[in-house]
């Protein structure tokens, strides 16, 4: 036993320099991910910025209580909820199509300038994006001047004052900005399918949505299933940046997301360990609904990310 | 691949499809050449109203203002110096634990994974970071931009699997030669691996460029304000700068402010646009190594 503990100690001391490149990785977590980890528990205290955390009483789930009696709390929990449903049910499938799509292009050089162009937006900041759809959207900006020109408007409307048209900014604006970036995946997916499959279903007479259906759908089936886990767990998140930018005091009713309580409430208003405790409770049910995620999709697909 | 392309004709299924793809590219491409145009507006004429396809009446007016804009400009120093020193200290850092980790007889190796892996899963998220951020003194220092984004697992991921590929017999050799670690993994190692440094470069600028939020979080001062923030609070709460006040006072109305706005976000995003065309292969790359992994 004691020999073996020496060889191991000699080993270890033989691979300092391995080990001197990995320990301050190991640090840097320890700090910037557990240390935070660790003052979640900050969620039962009154903790105060000022004072060391031991000096803060326990107060158990004073704060738990309190906003699960909050309106504010449970209206954001419904605008998270609203707008991730509706990037779920109506944005999910657009990078799909587009990726099916794009596929039938057969001019390659169209094809790669086309899918270049669609993920420029991708890396423009949400700062930039975002001062872009305000003015599109206020007073004389591109979304008035189309609508009137078409007909479906007679007089300006201040789409982003008004909550109710909120979620469907963000719906749309997100398409717009993402759809190329999202569809990457996809397309490389249909890229690694056998032509010969294709070639198999034309010779047996397959038309193009067939083919599309049977061939090119099944075979990306478990990339869809995988995105689709990570898009249903990550249903209690909201695209912060976005809804930062695209927020305002009018519209705030609708635009104000879980993330955007949490801030509001632990950075603005400065109740730490209240927001803690609303952290706390939303890491747990996204950790589940994960879980779940992946359990239902292994059950009906077979396709699971573990 | 076997190449079987018999003429097809061109039926109302391609041309539809084509149209479609062309209407995607307008879509996307719009927005960035509405920004360009109304840049390049004359504030006077811009008091007219908002441009659609090209600009009235061509002016320089509107740059002249942001470029003589000390503030602005000094938030684009900012925003150049965290793109630079960030991204070097993040490829670097995140390079050599990736390396270090990648050896299958590093003792602990086991634990050392756990432990990165469990920081995938769980995370203190918004307040307890922010209060760490405090009590390590990084409230309202420009280090909050870099020692929080010098690590992430995602990037440390990509270049473990890339090591992979390079062969054992290179390393082996240079141990033979009497190499230490730290000479194998900077002679022979990052030279080999210069495709996923790249990758992972430009993913961490363009992180860097963009990124407005950790400003509003963590900034109080004026003068460490990047780029994007000061645009931030220019376009969402609309707060204007001294200078700009001084241009708008001249032009005397609500909307001259507005082809300053397009200019400033113009000289924002000149970059990623200039260095775009060149650099988008690699990016597509980085995420197809990070989808194959995940």
């Known amino acids: 036993m004691f020999q073996h503990k020496t060889g191991a100690i000699k080993l270890f001391t033989r691979q300092w320099q391995l080990q001197s490149m990995v320990i301050p990785g190991i640090v840097w977590m320890l700090i910037f991910c557990y240390i935070p980890m660790f003052w979640l528990i900050i969620a039962f205290m009154d903790y105060s910025i000022a004072k060391p955390m031991l000096q803060s009483p326990f107060v158990g789930l004073k704060h738990f209580e309190d906003f699960m009696t909050d309106d504010r709390f449970w209206r954001s929990i419904r605008n998270t909820l609203g707008m991730s449903s509706i990037k779920l049910i109506l944005g999910f499938p657009i990078p799909i199509f587009f990726a099916l799509m794009l596929n039938e292009i057969r001019n390659i050089r169209f094809k790669r300038t086309v899918q270049t162009i669609s993920y420029l937006p991708h890396f423009i900041a949400w700062t930039i994006f975002g001062g872009i759809m305000l003015n599109w959207l206020g007073e004389g900006g591109v979304i008035n001047q189309l609508m009137m020109a078409l007909g479906l408007q007679d007089r300006e409307i201040l789409f982003n004052s008004e909550p109710k048209y909120f979620w469907w900014i963000t719906y749309f604006s997100d398409t717009l900005k993402e759809t190329g970036w999202s569809a990457i995946i996809y397309i490389a997916a249909i890229a690694g399918i056998d032509p010969g499959l294709y070639e198999a279903a034309e010779l047996d007479g397959a038309n193009r949505w067939q083919r599309m259906w049977h061939i090119t759908i099944q075979s990306i089936r478990p990339t869809i299933a995988i995105l689709f886990i990570l898009a249903v767990s990550g249903i209690l998140g909201s695209n912060f940046e976005q809804i930062f930018m695209l927020k305002n005091n009018m519209n705030l009713r609708m635009a104000e997301s879980l993330d955007l309580y949490i801030y509001n409430m632990g950075l603005v208003s400065g109740r730490h360990s209240f927001s803690t405790a609303v952290l706390f409770v939303r890491s747990i049910v996204a950790l589940g609904l994960l879980f779940l995620a992946n359990y239902t999709s292994k059950k009906l697909t077979g396709d699971s990310i573990f | ?294």
């Open chain 2, 1 to 294: 691949m076997v190449k079987r392309r018999r003429f097809r004709r061109i039926g109302i299924f391609e041309v539809c499809n084509a149209l479609l793809m062309l209407a995607v590219c307008f879509i996307t491409l719009y927005p960035m050449w509405f920004v360009f145009i109304n840049s390049f507006n004359a504030p006077e004429q811009a008091l007219l109203g908002t441009v659609n396809w090209f600009p009235k009446e061509f002016s320089l007016a509107s740059y002249s203002v942001v470029f003589n804009d000390k503030t602005l400009m000094n938030g684009f120093y900012i925003t150049t110096m965290r793109t630079v020193i960030g991204t070097a200290v993040h490829v670097l850092f995140t390079a050599v634990v990736a390396y270090g980790l990648s050896k299958s007889h590093l003792i602990g190796r086991k634990l050392y994974l756990k432990i990165a892996l469990i920081t995938m899963l769980f995370s203190g998220g918004l307040i307890p970071t922010f209060i760490l951020m405090t009590k390590l003194g990084l409230y309202d220092n420009f280090l909050v931009f870099i020692i929080p984004a010098m690590y992430t697992f995602f990037n440390m991921v990509i270049f473990m699997s890339f090591y992979r590929t390079i062969p054992e017999s290179l390393e082996e050799s240079a141990k033979v030669d009497g190499a230490s670690d730290y000479g194998v993994l900077f002679r022979i190692v990052l030279p080999n691996s210069m495709a996923v440094i790249a990758t992972i470069s430009l993913f961490s600028a363009v992180y860097h460029w963009n990124d407005y939020y950790q400003g509003v979080l963590y900034i109080r001062s004026q003068d460490i304000l990047p780029m994007q923030t000061m645009l931030y609070k220019i376009i969402a709460e609309n707060s204007m700068s001294a200078i700009q006040q001084q241009a708008m006072a001249q032009f005397g109305a609500r909307l001259p402010g507005n082809s300053i706005k397009f200019a400033s976000m113009m000289v924002a995003t000149l970059p990623i646009l200039l260095f775009y065309p060149f650099i988008q292969r690699y990016l597509v790359k980085g995420v197809m190594i990070g989808a194959i992994k995940g």
